[in-house]
């Protein structure tokens, strides 16, 4: 059963070229804000998208 919130833009799941994005700007030793720019996303999905992937970002 689906709520009406999982129509917000947040609730979409993250694909796997913005998983790629992350990794390759992480890896350049970009800070969370920046990926988040460049990603068009919260900061905060983003320190989760990393997280999630086990990686290390620059604050």
């Known amino acids: 059963m689906t709520s009406s919130f999982d129509h917000f833009v947040g609730a979409s799941e993250d694909s796997d070229l913005e998983r790629r994005k992350l990794s390759a700007m992480s890896r350049r ?5 920046e990926i988040a720019a460049a990603l068009r996303r919260h900061v905060g ?3 989760r998208m990393a ?3 086990g990686l290390l970002l620059k604050k």
């Open 51 to 53: 997280r999630e992937m």
């Open 29 to 33: 030793r970009y800070c969370a804000a």
């Open 45 to 47: 999905s983003v320190k």
